[in-house]
């Protein structure tokens, strides 16, 4: 009879079904596919990271110093630049590897149709912005050197694995995808900022995953940078990278601490009335009135109109003008704009050479807009539209004919966000988690509520304490899903793959009672006795095509039986486990 202890791999107990097997396990690995399939998994990432030691270190940096007295624009800023300093945007193939289309497809089969999945995924057959599928998205990707049939497994990092990049080679700090970043800034906001946890929503796309603040104007986190409302129609290349997300692709995930919200789902867990008010707010946050700065800003997105303006301007006395063309070109270099305060020190940069005494009467002066806009700001769009139209483009300039079309999108994005009409809404208890608890407060709180929510149960498994938690997901998650390692073990024996495991240091990335998966022990190159024992015993399974693999976990070791030859590890971690694997 096995004791307590004992877990056999693929012997489900009974509270475990496929798909809740499925599930728990998915916890670990945190694919971008895993997440679409479920979606609860999206925010349990955040209150992982929550639970997790080392954003509450950030606290100490100096570079935080009093940061709870400051405003929230501060608060914002600095954790931006500290990201921003300390992690870099990856998603290349070698990280987590490559598996395959009709692995995932049977694997998911039970969960959602071919054709939702198709819809979220680009390597399904997305399309979705024109923009990725004109580059050919394999190329994009790096993917064009393989068949059709193979995508990569991108997963989505815990705040630790993020951090464990620098041990990497040609790395020099963190690093993360986009799932992970918004997941880590989620976690840094409410622990560092003390933003609640109400006001952050973190929307996912097919290609693209940031997060919604809903706090005065709102404000989004886009990979490692922060777009404000100002931004966000500033005419630059970042805001029209981060713009295009919800300009040209359909939201399939809204996840917030009240819970989510599935394009595909009929189901919705999310505080209905918290994402109407989400809604609302992030309507309100995409359009912006029809100003002489926020027009300026969306001619500089279009170089066909730039031929078209010209400005007047005064210096000592005399009317010069400068084409707009030569204006923007400055601009790009300088940090001084025609807009705003600094526009007397764009100028005094210019070359004289680009000052003309005389109009060009082929092009239109925009010191009219100006004028106009300036003088009528509470004017319908409309009517702005009209006087321009009648006033001043019938004699100028016939190519911008569809100038105000493009204009009208550029200030009014309209989100595809799930409907949640015809949702059937799903009663959940909620996780009360602020900003006067403590880090150990909000462990005890999640580790009680498990039990009766199901945030907190996820949160439990993707934090990883074993103790507090089945074995089984993470020895499916550890056994089926780690191609990294086992692509750089192929060609070696076990008793090589074991001496090499042997000199790696002995420290883990994880801490206290936390385990990494195989690839992430063999990505940073380091792990406790138990986690390279998975490593070992991932190989033995997947490469050697062993059927009696055995982990007594005693203490301070971890011991591999492969087939009666006996591996030895030494562990740290005061963990206690048999696992046999079939």
Known sequence: ???????????????????????????????????????????????????????????????????????????????????????????????????????????????????????????????????????????????????????????????????????????????????????????????????????????????????????????????????????????????DKARRAMEK?????????????????????????????????????????????????????????????????????????????????????????????SRKALFDDMDARYFHLSANDDKLLLNHWERFLDANPNLEFEKKQHYFEENILKRKCTKMDDLFVGFYDFIHTEPRLPDDTHKKAIPTTYLSIDGTQSREDIIALVEKEAANNELAYLSLYTYRDMRKIDWQPYVKSAIERSPVSLEAMRGKDLNEIYRILEQMPNESVYDAFRLAQPDEVWNYQTGDGIEKAFVLANAAKNLFAHKDIQIDIRADKACVTVEKQVYHFVSLKSLEKHIEIG
């Open 1 to 239: 009879m096995k004791s307590e202890l004992e877990i056999t791999y693929m012997q489900k107990p009974e509270k475990f079904t496929d798909k809740e097997l499925e599930r728990l396990s998915s916890a670990f690995t945190l694919s971008d596919m895993e997440i679409f399939i479920f979606p609860e998994l999206m925010y349990s990432l955040v209150i992982a990271n929550i639970m997790s030691p080392q954003i509450w270190e950030w606290r100490n940096e100096a570079w935080f110093k009093d940061i709870e007295k400051k405003s929230f624009n501060y608060k914002i800023n600095r954790i931006k630049q500290y990201i921003m300093d300390h992690y870099v945007f990856n998603l290349d193939l070698d990280t987590w590897g490559l598996t395959r289309k009709d692995k995932e497809i049977a694997r998911f089969k039970d969960f959602i149709d071919m054709d939702a999945l198709q819809q979220s995924n680009a390597l399904f057959g997305y399309e979705g912005d024109k923009y990725y599928f004109s580059i050919d998205i394999r190329k994009h990707f790096g993917l064009d050197k393989y068949t059709s049939d193979v995508i990569p497994y991108w997963k989505t990092e815990t705040v630790e694995a993020m951090t464990a990049f620098r041990l990497k080679e040609n790395y020099t700090t963190g690093a993360g995808e986009c799932v992970s970043l918004s997941a880590l800034y989620a976690a840094a906001l409410f622990i560092v900022g003390k933003i609640p946890l109400e006001k952050i929503f973190l929307i996912a796309t097919p290609l693209h995953s940031q997060n919604f603040i809903a706090e005065g104007e709102g404000l989004f986190t886009n990979n490692r940078r922060i777009v404000t409302k100002k931004m966000w129609y500033n005419g630059t290349e970042l805001s």
């Open 249 to 341: 692709e359909k939201v399939t995930i809204v996840s917030h601490i009240s819970g989510h919200i599935h394009t595909y789902y009929p189901e919705a867990s999310i505080n209905l009335e918290t994402y109407h008010t989400f809604r609302q707010s992030l309507l309100q946050f995409l359009k912006a009135d029809f100003s002489f700065e926020v027009f300026y800003n969306y001619i500089r997105t279009r170089p066909e109109f730039w031929d078209c303006f010209q400005y007047q301007y005064e210096i000592n006395g005399k009317t010069y003008f400068i084409d707009l063309k030569t204006i923007f070109n400055y601009e790009h270099s300088s940090k001084n704009s025609l807009v705003g305060t």
